[in-house]
């Protein structure tokens, strides 16, 4: 085969090369941060999560004598059990990742 040779561009020409690289460089350089970016978002995301896979806790509840579970609830990240101890009512709380104590609230009547 022959080598053709290329004319030289006119300054028009060489112009128009110029602004064409320059808007290739400035595109590129975008869409690198933009990934750039989106990886560091996922990496934050996977080394901030605490304990990304649940826990599971195994607790016993001791009740006192003659108490009975009247009903269990999940409130956000708490566990809520309610009593019924002798007659009175009574709400524990725990929180669901560790199965800690987190509250109790007990009603009376007033004299």
């Known amino acids: 085969m022959t080598d053709t040779a290329l ?7 060489a112009a128009l090369f110029a602004r064409v690289r320059r808007m ?22 996977l080394f901030r999560a605490e304990g990304s896979a649940p ?6 509840l001791r009740l006192p004598k003659g108490a009975r579970v009247v009903s269990t609830a999940v409130a956000g990240d708490r566990v809520v059990v309610t009593l019924d101890i002798a007659g009175a009512t009574e709400i524990r709380t725990f929180d669901a990742k560790t199965m800690k104590p ?10």
């Open 24 to 45: 290739m460089l400035i595109a590129g350089l975008t869409t690198t941060v933009a990934v750039a970016a989106v990886l560091i978002a996922i990496g934050y995301k």
């Open 55 to 60: 826990v599971a806790a195994e607790t016993t």
């Open 102 to 111: 987190a509250g109790r609230l007990t009603f009376a009547n007033e004299p």
């Open 7 to 13: 004319p030289e561009p006119s300054p028009e020409q």
